[in-house]
């Protein structure tokens, strides 16, 4: 069964500085591979998704993720942190289902 | 327009009620799916149904039943409510089935609080 690990549970980073988000994922053909952002209060809006072709995937709001098979991993990064990102990062792996990993709480320091 | 709408957004109910959670999606799509989400912000598959139809039912107490009218409607319906039910329950919708692989529209949430 697929499953999709976050390890960092919570983040800070200061405002400019650059980011990345781990995410791992177990799963025994090519994943299916997603970024969800929830923002307090929020629901959970796609940043961006993998399903083949170039492992380096552009998203919304200046965000990128690299699928490694190497590494099971689909980071996600970007270079320069606004305050406005602020909020729950989830990744996701998909198959039959969605499987959605256990969030990483990211805050920005001014 | 909302695209995937949920009410309420905020329900406070004592335990043991019945209540029910009401979604709408205006995307077209013909797959929809309740989650829930866990104070510990865990997100994690009730049901999925496409066209009407149960696809996925995970483990879930028989006191959920989900109820489709139509393919733009998916209610989230609770019996006899417990303290363990408080959490965040989002609706999504997807265009195809095999809901995992479509990208997946959610809701707002609805924040249940069982007293």
């Known amino acids: 069964a697929q499953s999709v690990t976050q390890p960092d549970i919570h983040i800070t980073v200061s405002e400019g500085a650059s980011l990345e988000l781990r995410c791992n994922y177990s799963?025994?053909?090519?994943?299916?591979l997603f970024w969800y952002v929830q923002s307090p209060g929020q629901g959970l809006q796609l940043l961006l998704k993998?399903?083949?072709?170039?492992?380096l995937v552009q998203g919304i709001k200046g965000f990128e993720a690299e699928f490694k098979r190497s590494q099971s991993s689909f980071n996600l990064r970007k270079p320069s942190v606004h305050w406005s990102d602020a909020a729950e990062y989830f990744c996701?792996?998909?198959?039959?289902?969605?499987?959605f990993g256990a969030g990483t709480r990211l805050t920005v320091k001014p | 327009d909302t695209a995937v709408s949920q009410t309420p957004k905020y329900l406070v109910t004592q335990m043991g009620n019945d209540k029910s959670i009401k979604c709408e999606q205006n995307?077209?799509?013909?797959?929809m799916y309740w989650y829930k989400q866990d104070s510990k912000k865990f997100l994690k598959i009730m049901f999925s149904?496409?066209?009407?139809?149960?696809?996925i039912n995970e483990t879930v107490p028989n006191r959920f039943s989900p109820k489709s009218p139509d393919k733009a409607h998916l209610n989230l319906h609770i019996n006899s409510l417990e303290l363990g039910d408080s959490a965040v329950y989002f609706c999504?919708?997807?265009?195809?089935?095999?809901?995992?692989?479509?990208?997946?529209?959610f809701g707002p949430g609805t924040r249940l609080t069982v007293l």
């Open positions: 999504a919708s997807s265009h195809r089935v095999a809901g995992g692989t479509d990208t997946q529209y």
């Open positions: 799963y025994g053909a090519t994943p299916y």
């Open positions: 993998y399903f083949s072709g170039d492992t």
């Open positions: 996701a792996v998909a198959s039959n289902d969605m499987r």
């Open positions: 995307l077209g799509h013909d797959t």
């Open positions: 149904y496409n066209n009407k139809e149960l696809i």
